[in-house]
């Protein structure tokens, strides 16, 4: 990911944390329930499954988290980002008076660093038991967007496979295999 194509995703990181404010009292609500890990769980495959620009499909999900959640703020950063520019990020965080709050690596299905997943919190603590399991989760989907993302600019490979393990993950969860 170019550094230019990063200020793209700023720009389309607040347009969609402004959509999803307007959806926090129902985030909020759903996000205690055990059956909704990630409340916007099955709209995020749909716009997977669509082959939506990833940086949007990207965005929603640290949107979504961030509200979830609450008090965070979550970036997805390639593995092949300026090095330069992520410790830019963790500057202005700490200038802003933002703490690490977690940082996950982010694997495909064949052991591949595709990127991490970080958050940043308004005061120092470490995520409780079911905000860990939100974020494997969030996790578990952004690398099965950047695969599919992969997937999708490889000539010739996409197929309709992507459609039927989209539909069994939303319905079995990450730990299933074929």
């Not at 990127?115 to 989907?141: D, H, N, Q, V």
């Amino acid at each position: 990911m170019q550094f230019e194509s990063a200020i793209d995703y700023r720009t389309l990181r607040k347009e969609a944390l402004k959509r999803a404010l307007k959806g926090f009292c129902l985030y909020r609500e759903r996000a205690n329930t055990p059956q909704t890990l990630l409340a916007c769980e099955d709209h995020l495959l749909e716009l997977i499954s669509a082959g939506v620009p990833l940086a949007r499909v990207l965005d929603e999900l640290c949107s979504a988290v961030d509200v979830q959640i609450g008090n965070v703020v979550s970036l997805v950063f390639f593995w092949d980002d300026e090095e330069h520019f992520r410790h830019l990020v963790a500057q202005d965080a700490a200038h802003c008076g933002l703490y690490a709050f977690c940082c996950t690596a982010i694997v495909s299905s064949s052991e591949e660093l595709l990127g991490t997943f970080e958050m940043y919190c308004c005061f120092p603590r470490t995520p409780s038991p079911s905000e860990s399991k939100l974020i494997e989760r969030a996790t578990y989907l952004a690398a099965l967007a950047i695969q599919h993302h992969h997937h999708e600019q490889a000539p010739g490979n996409f197929s309709l496979s992507w459609k039927g393990t989209l539909e069994r993950i939303s319905r079995e969860g990450p730990s299933s295999k074929n």
